[in-house]
């Protein structure tokens, strides 16, 4: 996810087994007489820290950018999808817990995980009874339907994950409700009853209780969407509903008293509301939290370049942070549809000169910004290779190698092009600024080109036309796992049938047949070995075309609400888990 992110094919028992990021147990850590917790370093990497039952108060969030949008139905970005769960119950969640049971999905709409039947074609879910939307009315199986399938609409909603259009067997032609409407689509999900559901797949796939862990299974009534607008006001099924939603400005959500807490078994629903405030500078969303004017950071990407010297040089702070290592990486898209990019030897001329370093700097160094890497797999996905087809001694870029790519390519004194990123984030700011410098050496000069983080995707760097008629060659980008295993982390940036002309594609820049038919090969293998043996050769395939430049595998330094309690890290979503928090 962008957001940021263990699938098996074969029994689903088996695909929930996989946890590749978990670090430690889940032990409660316990509180002083005063009914404080002592700050230490990484308290709150794999237990809870300041724990509590407390009800009442307002969590107090920011947002350095945009929302990419409310909509469970399109968004994709890791932090929404933790925030989400507020006000939305999808058929399956991540454990909101700490530790690697937190990697692990279980049952939230749904009574239970998915029942395959055929081979692991089809699978069917009961819903909870007494479930409401936030007017009184009874949550059905029909609501879930309706909602996956105006999801597969990528016209109107450009930017969410292509898993379900990827595996549902829907009638062909089929564009969604408002498109396609009226037409027949049983041959890709049934609902016998209202709390039943089944999904009917073109081939067996064992990780399914993965996509109904999607925000995409949030139930929409369909006599309230208003398409592109349902944005504005969500229909809450979860503890919190909109109270105020300004786009752009900021929103606040209070609690829904149509809730039943006897039908959650995974909200304690503490706080009395939660206020958002978007497009905050991202330094001073970090000076509010080492003030205690704010609570968190929404984004979870942790602390801006200008704060990172600051808190780690002094201990008091230091002790308010966590420094997870993410299932993310931050990269850069290389696009072959902008010329001479077409030109593999000016891709790889690219590769070579990039300073690393420079762009592990860009992100906070070692501690606060990730290892260099060579490979789009993390460490902590099964099937990882360390490899680096693009090696320099240092790590500081191979020139030499770099000018032999440019005179292969036709290019001996270089070439222009440009390279987009997201504007609110300080991090990609740099790192532009960092490449712009290192490929200055061999003469290729790079124009930065900001763009707004909330359209970034469906309007600019995701999207073909735009790229290609606005000489994109090079895109800022991260990715963290939507779940940790190589289908999880690769399918959505290296697919090429998930790349959209009309926008919202998040895999920009990987068109390779054979990685196609590589990942189709894998999500059938049912040895585990097998499957995990095929996502390095997935990512040595990509690394050969040279489509994509990895910077590091992401780390990050969160800075610990001090003001909050039952604070910790997420596995799923490598942030704080924003569901289970509560006001001191």
Same mark, same amino acid.
């Given at each position: 996810?962008?957001?940021?992110?263990?699938?098996?094919?074969?029994?689903?028992?088996?695909?929930?087994?996989?946890?590749?990021?978990?670090?430690?147990?889940?032990?409660?850590?316990?509180?002083?007489?005063?009914?404080?917790?002592?700050?230490?370093?990484?308290?709150?990497?794999?237990?809870?820290?300041?724990?509590?039952?407390?009800?009442?108060?307002?969590?107090?969030?920011?947002?350095?950018?945009?929302?990419?949008?409310?909509?469970?139905?399109?968004?994709?970005?890791?932090?929404?999808?933790?925030?989400?769960?507020?006000?939305?119950?999808?058929?399956?969640?991540?454990?909101?817990?700490?530790?690697?049971?937190?990697?692990?999905?279980?049952?939230?709409?749904?009574?239970?995980?998915?029942?395959?039947?055929?081979?692991?074609?089809?699978?069917?879910?009961?819903?909870?009874?007494?479930?409401?939307?936030?007017?009184?009315?009874?949550?059905?199986?029909?609501?879930?339907?309706?909602?996956?399938?105006?999801?597969?609409?990528?016209?109107?909603?450009?930017?969410?994950?292509?898993?379900?259009?990827?595996?549902?067997?829907?009638?062909?032609?089929?564009?969604?409700?408002?498109?396609?409407?009226?037409?027949?689509?049983?041959?890709?999900?049934?609902?016998?009853?209202?709390?039943?559901?089944?999904?009917?797949?073109?081939?067996?796939?064992?990780?399914?209780?993965?996509?109904?862990?999607?925000?995409?299974?949030?139930?929409?009534?369909?006599?309230?969407?208003?398409?592109?607008?349902?944005?504005?006001?969500?229909?809450?099924?979860?503890?919190?509903?909109?109270?105020?939603?300004?786009?752009?400005?900021?929103?606040?959500?209070?609690?829904?008293?149509?809730?039943?807490?006897?039908?959650?078994?995974?909200?304690?629903?503490?706080?009395?509301?939660?206020?958002?405030?978007?497009?905050?500078?991202?330094?001073?969303?970090?000076?509010?939290?080492?003030?205690?004017?704010?609570?968190?950071?929404?984004?979870?990407?942790?602390?801006?370049?200008?704060?990172?010297?600051?808190?780690?040089?002094?201990?008091?702070?230091?002790?308010?942070?966590?420094?997870?290592?993410?299932?993310?990486?931050?990269?850069?898209?290389?696009?072959?549809?902008?010329?001479?990019?077409?030109?593999?030897?000016?891709?790889?001329?690219?590769?070579?000169?990039?300073?690393?370093?420079?762009?592990?700097? @860009?992100?906070?160094?070692? $501690? %606060?910004?990730?290892? &260099?890497?060579? *490979?789009?797999? +993390?460490?902590?996905?099964?099937? !990882?290779?360390?490899?680096?087809?693009?090696?320099?001694?240092?790590?500081?870029?191979?020139?030499?190698?770099?000018?032999?790519?440019?005179?292969?390519?036709?290019?001996?004194?270089?070439?222009?092009?440009?390279?987009?990123?997201?504007?609110?984030?300080?991090?990609?700011?740099?790192?532009?600024? @960092?490449?712009?410098?290192? $490929? %200055?050496?061999?003469? &290729?000069?790079? *124009?930065?080109? +900001?763009?707004?983080?909330?359209? !970034?995707?469906?309007?600019?760097?995701?999207?073909?036309?735009?790229?290609?008629?606005?000489?994109?060659?090079?895109?800022?980008?991260?990715?963290?796992?939507?779940?940790?295993?190589?289908?999880?982390?690769?399918?959505?940036?290296?697919?090429?049938?998930?790349?959209?002309?009309?926008?919202?594609?998040?895999?920009?820049?990987?068109?390779?047949?054979?990685?196609?038919?590589?990942?189709?090969?894998?999500?059938?293998?049912?040895?585990?070995?097998?499957?995990?043996?095929?996502?390095?050769?997935?990512?040595?395939?990509?690394?050969?075309?040279?489509?994509?430049?990895?910077?590091?595998?992401?780390?990050?330094?969160?800075?610990?609400?001090?003001?909050?309690?039952?604070?910790?890290?997420?596995?799923?979503?490598?942030?704080?888990?924003?569901?289970?928090?509560?006001?001191?």
């Amino acid at each position: 996810m962008r957001k940021s992110r263990a699938l098996v094919a074969g029994t689903a028992a088996l695909a929930l087994t996989l946890s590749a990021a978990a670090c430690g147990g889940s032990d409660d850590k316990g509180s002083d007489s005063s009914g404080g917790a002592k700050p230490e370093f990484n308290a709150a990497l794999t237990q809870v820290y300041n724990p509590s039952d407390k009800k009442g108060g307002t969590i107090r969030l920011a947002n350095s950018g945009d929302w990419d949008t409310l909509d469970p139905g399109e968004t994709y970005y890791g932090y929404s999808w933790n925030f989400l769960r507020l006000y939305g119950r999808g058929l399956l969640m991540f454990k909101p817990v700490p530790g690697a049971e937190g990697n692990t999905v279980t049952p939230d709409l749904a009574e239970g995980l998915g029942t395959p039947s055929d081979g692991g074609k089809t699978w069917t879910y009961k819903i909870r009874k007494g479930v409401k939307f936030e007017d009184g009315t009874e949550v059905t199986s029909k609501d879930v339907k309706y909602a996956v399938l105006r999801s597969i609409d990528k016209e109107t909603f450009p930017n969410g994950p292509a898993y379900f259009e990827g595996f549902l067997n829907l009638p062909a032609g089929y564009k969604g409700p408002y498109k396609s409407k009226g037409v027949n689509t049983d041959s890709a999900i049934t609902t016998p009853d209202d709390q039943t559901i089944v999904f009917h797949l073109k081939q067996a796939f064992g990780g399914f209780d993965y996509f109904a862990a999607l925000p995409q299974t949030v139930p929409v009534p369909e006599a309230k969407d208003t398409g592109a607008k349902y944005k504005e006001h969500v229909v809450s099924t979860g503890p919190y509903k909109f109270e105020t939603n300004e786009l752009g400005k900021s929103f606040k959500l209070v609690r829904n008293d149509k809730w039943d807490a006897a039908t959650d078994p995974n909200r304690k629903a503490l706080p009395d509301a939660y206020e958002v405030q978007l497009n905050v500078n991202a330094d001073d969303i970090d000076n509010r939290l080492l003030s205690g004017d704010l609570d968190v950071d929404v984004v979870g990407t942790g602390v801006q370049p200008a704060t990172l010297g600051r808190v780690v040089g002094d201990p008091t702070l230091k002790a308010s942070t966590d420094n997870p290592t993410l299932a993310r990486l931050w990269y850069t898209s290389i696009n072959p549809t902008v010329a001479p990019l077409d030109n593999i030897d000016c891709r790889k001329a690219i590769e070579y000169a990039a300073d690393k370093v420079g762009y592990q700097t @860009a992100y906070g160094g070692p $501690l %606060a910004g990730g290892e &260099i890497t060579g *490979t789009i797999l +993390p460490p902590m996905i099964p099937g !990882y290779e360390k490899f680096d087809l693009y090696p320099s001694a240092d790590g500081t870029g191979d020139v030499a190698k770099a000018k032999e790519h440019l005179a292969a390519c036709g290019q001996p004194n270089g070439f222009e092009t440009n390279i987009a990123y997201r504007a609110e984030r300080p991090k990609e700011k740099a790192t532009a600024e @960092a490449l712009q410098q290192s $490929l %200055a050496r061999v003469g &290729i000069k790079l *124009t930065l080109k +900001p763009f707004p983080q909330g359209d !970034y995707f469906s309007q600019y760097a995701g999207n073909p036309p735009y790229v290609k008629n606005n000489k994109l060659g090079m895109n800022l980008n991260g990715w963290g796992a939507d779940w940790n295993d190589g289908f999880g982390f690769l399918s959505q940036i290296v697919d090429s049938r998930v790349i959209r002309e009309t926008g919202g594609s998040s895999n920009t820049s990987v068109r390779i047949p054979e990685v196609d038919q590589l990942l189709d090969k894998a999500s059938a293998e049912t040895d585990a070995a097998k499957r995990d043996a095929y996502w390095a050769q997935i990512d040595k395939r990509v690394m050969e075309e040279a489509v994509i430049l990895p910077g590091v595998t992401a780390k990050s330094l969160l800075i610990r609400p001090k003001t909050l309690t039952n604070v910790f890290v997420s596995d799923a979503y490598n942030m704080y888990d924003y569901l289970s928090l509560g006001v001191a």
